[in-house]
């Protein structure tokens, strides 16, 4: 026995002036027939076929009125005397019609699908955009709640009501250009320009508004724009022609100790100027970043792309509290199931295998002293810390002459290596970042160094 067939038309975009000739013999030779909805100006041709609209009241979401849709549809194809029943969407059977997708996916009925208008031919001719040129994509404003992804020109399907609308300005950046399309190819057509953040303002939002996005600024587009700059310079420039990693390590430390330096004067300052300071410094860190997975896409052995998948899963990964079923309290619980994580990622004997004995000495004792800490080594109390940093002190043993450039060693009494110690250990329990503090120290220093030198200079100068 054959199976029963379901032909999909589609109402066009519009009123009666957007029906195909198709659209109107297949549904005037319809035995049984029926329309998605009538809310739609050209169903108006077709007052006497049945529609699905008292559905729309009873579901409880739309995905539930989709499948009654559907299923009511096979069991009347199934049951009509030819097995064949036609459905009329509005615009096209193939652009944003989870019906028919619904419809596809069974097994028990075949579906024909005839061509029609869709609001993308209405909505590029209002615009005068050519939709290939321009690489439009076509975006279901319900189809997530994930940021918006350029460049555009984007075509937003599905805003028919001011709740969406707030859905699509959650997802673009609040100063994105917005046209609003409303009622195209009708009488009362109206295009309407608005910033994302002003969405919501337009009221009259319905199942024949649309949204086009012409640009839209986003990370990926940026990043593939610098990427295409980072090949263009290794193939033009005979400066970066000839770099290495090796010979780019340098230039990453110091931009790695430039943004230290531009994220302390943020922290300090708080102010538009040293915000712009350290966007520009964070850019140059990541410049050098590109440059050497532009070096490891030549050689064919990784890429930018694969080392941004490789973080994001490797991320993903260490977060099992957020991505998947366990359960933490405390960002100390976060620390220590990191630090099992890692170990398994690795195949490390140690916790301390992996950190680089190149630290400067005070960072590198406090990494060690955390990962004491998670192993059950001495825990640190601040009232032990207190004493035994003023104990240390206590016992240190200092000459009463100061000693000269020339006489100063590496080979340093352990005495003071316990000093230090404790005083790292009395900063950890305080929260305070020895390392930042001490570089904060040394900078007012350095502003004295300049003003006393100032002074000198000018004490110097002959009198006129």
């Known amino acids: 026995m054959a199976l029963a067939r379901v032909t999909v038309v589609g109402l066009g975009p519009g009123d009666e002036g957007f029906l195909t000739t198709r659209t109107r013999d297949v549904l005037a030779g319809a035995t049984v027939a029926r329309l998605r909805t009538a809310q739609h100006p050209a ?98 404003a319900l189809g997530g709640t994930e940021p918006l992804r350029g460049p555009g020109p984007l075509l937003v399907l599905q805003t028919y009501n001011v709740e969406v609308l707030a859905t699509v300005a959650d997802r673009l950046p609040p100063e994105t250009l917005v046209e609003v399309l409303y009622h195209l190819g009708l009488p009362e057509q109206e295009i309407t320009s608005l910033h994302a953040r002003e969405l919501t303002s337009f009221h009259r939002a319905d199942h024949l508004t649309s949204l086009w996005v012409p640009e839209l600024r986003t990370a990926g587009v940026a990043m593939d724009d610098l990427i295409a700059l980072m090949e263009r310079l290794r193939r033009e420039c005979p400066w970066d022609e000839e770099q290495t990693h090796a010979s780019l390590s340098r230039h990453l430390l110091e931009e790695a100790y430039e943004v230290i330096d531009a994220l302390e004067a943020y922290v300090e300052r708080d102010d538009r100027g040293s915000a712009v300071d350290l966007e520009e410094e964070l850019g140059d860190v990541l410049f050098q970043i ?21 973080v994001r899963e490797k991320m993903i990964a260490r977060h099992p509290h957020v991505f998947g079923d366990v359960n933490v309290a405390t960002s100390d619980d976060v620390a220590e199931q990191w630090e099992v994580l890692k170990r398994s990622e690795k195949s490390r004997e140690s916790i301390v295998d992996g950190i680089p004995r190149q630290l400067p000495a005070l960072t590198y004792y406090a990494k060690l002293r955390r990962k004491a800490q998670a192993v059950g080594i001495d825990p640190l109390d601040p009232g032990r810390a207190m004493g035994v940093a003023l104990r240390q002190l206590a016992d240190l043993v200092v000459p009463l002459v100061p000693v000269t450039d020339a006489t100063v060693s590496t080979e340093s009494d352990d005495a003071w290596g316990d000093v230090l110690a ?15 503090a001490l570089r904060r120290r040394a900078l007012v220093l350095a502003s004295d160094i300049r003003s006393r030198e100032s002074e000198k200079r000018g004490a110097a100068e002959p009198e006129e």
């Open 43 to 140: 169903a108006a041709a077709f007052a006497h076929v049945p529609s699905y609209d008292q559905l729309y009241e009873a579901a409880e979401s739309f995905e539930a009125l989709y499948l009654a849709i559907v299923d009511d549809l096979v069991e009347l194809a199934q049951r009509s005397p030819e097995h064949h029943v036609v459905y009329a969407v509005p615009g096209s059977p193939v652009v944003a019609e989870h019906t028919v997708e619904l419809l596809l996916a069974r097994s028990d009925v075949t579906v024909t699908l005839e061509p029609a208008l869709s609001v993308i031919e209405v909505a590029v001719s209002a615009l005068g955009r050519d939709p290939m040129t321009q690489q439009l994509r076509i975006v279901d």
């Open 422 to 436: 404790s005083i790292s250990d009395l900063a950890r329990v305080a929260g305070v970042d020895l390392e930042s």
């Open 290 to 310: 590109v440059f050497h997975a532009q070096l490891g896409s030549e050689d064919g052995r990784f890429s930018f792309a694969s080392l941004a998948d490789g």
